[in-house]
């Protein structure tokens, strides 16, 4: 009796120590996995993002605004797109009303006239919120891709005086290339009066200045319009009847195209658009200096989105000036270099 009794005790005690042991594991389990759910982060809140285009509907800025609607959609961000439609007016409301509103934590600006928004960035930065600039400069020093504002997260840009330093350059090897001697250059700016055409401008003549078998004879603008351009260079070639070579934009060169024998008048362009790396691929234009839009809008909504959620952008970025053979594109190296924007 008394050893069953013993026995029946020892059993009672092994099953009360099983069901502790069980209710002390079904504890700690659910103890692991509450500590583990508060351990994972949060998900990351969209970062809310303003964009600034000067003109949606220009084919170099569609595909920029494509890149960045993809980047931000990966990084679990949000665009509201804002139109200039190329007025510098409105983009100075448009940037007051980003800067004021409190609906976004970060805003990417393209400048149309880039020393006029430079107040309203700075209240931007100010109130808190990040900002990169893109494509075009925001300072008065086109010839670097240095940021130029205190506090900007970022500056993906173009640099004007390199693109024109690398049209030189390739003014003079397309001279030399063709024999053309002397070299007769009719130079087609965009908008001459821009500070942009100026710039590359500067930079072309820092190098083409210094070759005595080099000369600019005439002078036309296409306002960024093949139309424009064809007439331009048929009024500058019906003058100087000697002209022999032809340097613009990509837009600037499509007309002319039209205008020359290409076989007979060398044609150099800048933009690396779809339709100017058909040119160079034909042989009907000697080379370009491609510009990355899509590139750009891609950088600069990745550089907003790190400064808001790291708190430290980008800094200064030129694609270009990174490019395979810094963007200069002839028949050799075409086939390497693809189109961001159709020209």
Not at 133 to 151: C, H, I, R, W, Y
Not at 160 to 182: F, S
Not at 329 to 335: L, P, Q, R
Request: charged share 15%; hydrophobic share 45%; glycine share 10%.
């Amino acid at each position: 009796m008394n050893d069953n009794s013993a026995a029946s005790r020892h059993r009672r005690a092994v099953g009360a120590a099983t069901v502790l042991a069980a209710v002390v594991a079904v504890v700690a389990a659910l103890a692991g996995t509450a500590a583990g759910a508060s351990a994972r982060p949060a998900a990351a809140k969209p970062v809310r993002i303003a964009y600034l285009s000067f003109a949606v509907a220009n084919s170099y800025d569609a595909p920029m605004l494509a890149a960045a609607e993809a980047a931000a959609k990966k990084g679990k961000a949000t665009i509201t797109v804002f139109d200039a439609k190329n007025d510098p007016k409105a983009q100075f409301a448009q940037l007051q009303t980003a800067a004021t509103s409190k609906q976004y934590d970060a805003i990417i600006v393209q400048p149309i006239f880039g020393t006029g928004l430079i107040t309203v960035v700075k209240q931007a930065i100010a109130n808190g919120i990040k900002v990169v600039n893109m494509d075009q400069e925001l300072g008065a020093n086109l010839s670097t891709a240095k940021p130029q504002v205190k506090g900007l997260s970022g500056n993906v840009v173009f640099v004007p005086t390199l693109i024109g330093k690398h049209l030189g350059q390739l003014t003079v090897r397309a001279c030399h290339a063709k024999k053309l001697d002397p070299c007769n250059v009719g130079y087609l700016y965009d908008i001459k009066a821009s500070a942009l055409d100026v710039a590359i401008r500067k930079g072309f003549d820092g190098v083409v200045g210094k070759r005595s078998s080099i000369k600019v004879v005439a002078e036309g603008q296409s306002y960024f319009t093949p139309a424009t351009a064809l007439q331009a260079v048929q009024t500058m070639i019906q003058a100087n009847p000697d002209m022999n070579l032809v340097v613009g934009s990509d837009q600037g060169i499509e007309g002319a195209v039209q205008a020359v024998d290409s076989k007979k008048v060398g044609l150099v362009g800048y933009g690396g658009s779809v339709a100017g790396l058909k040119g160079v691929a034909s042989g009907a234009w000697f080379g370009t200096i491609v510009q990355l839009p899509a590139s750009e809008g891609r950088l600069a909504v990745q550089c907003a989105i790190k400064a808001v959620r790291k708190g430290k952008g980008c800094g200064g970025v030129d694609p270009v000036d990174r490019a395979r053979n810094h963007g200069i594109v002839t028949k050799a190296n075409v086939a390497k270099f693809k189109g961001e924007w159709p020209g």
